[in-house]
């Protein structure tokens, strides 16, 4: 089965996080995205993708500035409410029901009941002729210290973040569960480490 270009997006789960920033004037945007990767490990930097007309990206380009933040299974109805066109006068934390999360190095907040806070400084713009890349530095990352343990690790199946699976009509929103099958890193480099010693 070949797949149309408009069925592409519904072969993986794409995460789902919201970008708060906060505009020239001081209203407060909240925004989901799933075009969102870190940039290789030790999450040093983010890159997001976004349209040219977006209130997110006009605040970032203006301010230098946002927040990336990880929600957890139950803030759905928010985030559905927060990926409506707001005019940009709009505080869309009202509009969500959201509660501000107190930033550390960013002027934008967060939004309390998330399970991590990155805070971000634009970094980088790449402009295409329909979209744009935005690399972000992060320069503070908190977590819920309620699903990670001393190492930094998330409890995922009990923090339940969000992914969502698009479809032809609509999204399934949905959340990782364990395989049973857990490996480490070392394993990766077994086979390379036995081929020189032969």
């Known amino acids: 089965m070949i797949l149309k270009p408009n069925q592409r997006e519904q072969i993986l789960p794409l995460p789902v996080v919201l970008i708060t920033t906060v505009s020239s004037q001081g209203i407060r945007n909240a925004a989901p995205w799933s075009n969102f990767t870190p940039i290789l490990r030790p999450l040093e930097e983010v890159i997001l993708s976004s349209w040219i007309k977006r209130d997110t990206l006009e605040n970032i380009r203006r301010t ?35 509660e501000p999360h107190p930033s550390t190095k960013v002027k934008a907040p967060g939004i309390e009941g998330c399970l991590a806070w990155a805070e971000c400084v634009l970094e980088e713009e790449l402009v295409r002729e329909k979209f744009v890349l935005i690399i972000g530095k992060v320069v503070h990352l908190e977590v819920d210290e309620r699903f990670f343990d001393a190492d930094g690790s998330m409890d995922f199946q009990r923090a339940k973040p969000l992914s969502v699976m698009l479809g032809k009509d609509g999204m399934s929103f949905t959340y990782p569960a364990f395989s049973g099958r857990y490996a480490e890193y070392r394993e990766m480099f077994q086979a390379s480490a036995a081929r020189r010693k032969g």
């Open 64 to 98: 230098g500035e946002f927040v990336v933040n990880i929600p957890q299974m139950g803030m759905e109805d928010a985030i559905m409410i927060c990926a409506r066109s707001y005019p940009p006068e709009v505080d869309e934390f009202l509009e969500a029901g959201l």
